[in-house]
């Protein structure tokens, strides 16, 4: 059974951090590339960053560029999300990403929360 298990959501400050991982089963984990996207309430999901399967090489949407950092430990089976400098705008639902060619997997997603 595929799965994508996202947890280390919550609450935080503005201008805190905090960590996300997802764990992966079920799939040959090294084989895709792994992203994180984020549906804010009212609004479309988005594409927050990626990291692919070969040479680790990453990309990363302009809002969060600098502050948050994608990576993965295909040994552990999982992808991580760094998040710094947290703003109410980041308040969302996050969600985990498996991609390979015409495949794609996702998780049930993590509340990620930004208020004073």
């Known amino acids: 059974q595929v799965q994508l298990v996202e947890s280390g959501g919550g609450l935080v400050q503005p201008g805190g951090s905090l960590r996300l991982s997802c764990a992966a089963s079920g799939f040959t984990f090294s084989d895709y590339a792994m992203s994180w996207y984020r549906q804010p309430p009212g609004k479309e999901r988005e594409l927050v960053a990626q990291?692919?399967?070969?040479?680790?090489?990453?990309n990363y949407a302009d809002s969060v560029k600098g502050r948050f950092t994608i990576s993965r430990d295909n040994a552990k089976n999982t992808v991580y999300l760094e998040m710094n400098a947290l703003k109410p705008e980041d308040t969302a639902v996050y969600y985990c990403?498996?991609?390979?060619?015409?495949?794609?997997?996702w998780g049930q997603g993590t509340q990620v929360t930004v208020s004073s």
């Open positions: 990403k498996a991609r390979k060619l015409l495949t794609s997997f």
């Open positions: 990291i692919f399967s070969t040479y680790g090489f990453t």
